[in-house]
């Protein structure tokens, strides 16, 4: 098995990235297969759960009745 690993290690990026799979499978935050790292982090930042509020705006959820 070490030896399995020892040759595979150098090429196993290009192996992985030579699979037909859909980026949305592979989460990574080096980009995707067009190399676009800004524009995956855009949409990861418009798509998270901190930028979604019951209101719809920009104000957390809580913060005025707590402050």
Same mark, same amino acid.
């Given at each position: 098995m070490k030896l399995v690993h020892s +040759?595979?290690?150098p090429q196993i990026v290009n192996i992985i990235e030579s699979l037909p799979e859909y980026d949305g499978y592979l989460l990574s935050a080096i980009g995707?297969?067009?190399g676009d790292i800004y524009e995956t982090h855009l949409e990861w930042a418009k798509n998270s759960r901190l930028n979604h509020t019951k209101a719809g705006d920009a104000i957390p959820d809580g913060f005025l +009745?707590?402050?």
């Amino acid at each position: 098995m070490k030896l399995v690993h020892s +040759e595979l290690r150098p090429q196993i990026v290009n192996i992985i990235e030579s699979l037909p799979e859909y980026d949305g499978y592979l989460l990574s935050a080096i980009g995707n297969r067009y190399g676009d790292i800004y524009e995956t982090h855009l949409e990861w930042a418009k798509n998270s759960r901190l930028n979604h509020t019951k209101a719809g705006d920009a104000i957390p959820d809580g913060f005025l +009745e707590t402050i």
